[in-house]
């Protein structure tokens, strides 16, 4: 059996994980990274860099490829990739399994401000606050780049590219990210608001605990919904599985 991770995440990483250690025999397992990280964290099995080409290239991958099942595990903001992964294959009949983290849910003093992109979100800046913690990414910013008149604590994995914002800092950096970290970073920055897409999991989350402690109202921009008709799992165990059910047990083993 020859399964197919599009990946890059804890999510996805972790899969592969549990996949290698069941030992099953005859499954295969190929990890594909779109390569807009330096340095990836490498999962175990096979691992390809790089795009497919749309969902006619992808298509045409997994037919080459005799690609029995396909992982969607990619970022929950990766909208492009997910929609060519349904496309490939629904064109290849290759069953498709959505990874996704569950989403951040506010509790009681959360003072949040959700709109559905990066655009709207820098529209409702001006009003919120002056100095900014950007944690988007380093993708997307040219949406903030006519924000002359505030500052920005950008963090990414990998320095960012221009256009981007005028009045700007850098901050390298890799989650997981611990909750007094997060409160040295809002404070020493003297942050009075917080920008965040909606990503999910534990990893980025303890910065939503001390903008909630600084009484700091955060932009949360909201997640592209998962293409109509195909499954979500909720944890790479809740994958594995699936992959079982599809393919039945007496193809992965009996474990």
């Known amino acids: 059996m020859h399964v197919l991770i599009l990946g890059g995440t804890t999510e996805a990483r972790r899969l592969a994980e549990l996949l290698a250690a069941e030992r099953l025999p005859g499954l295969r397992v190929t990890n594909s990274l779109a390569g ?16 497919f080409g749309g969902a006619d290239g992808l298509a045409a991958w997994l037919r080459a490829h005799t690609v029995d099942a396909l992982v969607d595990a990619t970022h929950p903001f990766a909208g492009t990739i997910s929609l060519n992964a349904a496309r490939a294959a629904a064109t290849a009949h290759v069953p498709l399994l959505a990874l996704r983290r569950p989403g951040w849910v506010p509790v009681e003093g959360d003072v949040w401000h959700e709109v559905g992109s990066l655009e709207e979100a820098a529209a409702l800046l001006p009003a919120l606050g002056r ?10 910013l040219a949406a903030f780049a006519g924000l002359d008149e505030l500052w920005f604590l950008v963090r990414s994995v990998d320095a960012p590219e221009a256009p981007h914002p005028a009045r700007m800092e850098v901050l390298l950096d890799r989650g997981p990210f611990g909750l007094d970290g997060e409160r040295r970073v ?33 932009v949360v921009v909201r997640r592209p919904p998962v293409p109509d008709g195909v499954p979500v799992a909720a944890d790479p165990a809740q994958a594995v599985r699936w992959l079982r059910e599809a393919h039945g047990r007496a193809a992965y083993g009996s474990g």
Not at 37 to 44: D, E, F, I, K
Not at 131 to 140: A, C, E, H, K, N
Not at 201 to 207: F, H, I, M, W
């Open 131 to 140: 100095r900014v913690f950007l944690t988007t990414g380093r993708m997307g």
């Open 186 to 218: 809002l404070s020493g920055h003297r942050i009075d608001v917080v920008v965040t897409k909606d990503s999910g999991g534990a990893a980025t989350a303890p910065k939503l605990t001390a903008a909630r402690e600084a009484g700091l109202p955060v």
């Open 36 to 51: 807009r990280v330096a340095a990836p964290r490498m999962p175990p099995g096979e691992v390809r860099v790089g795009g």
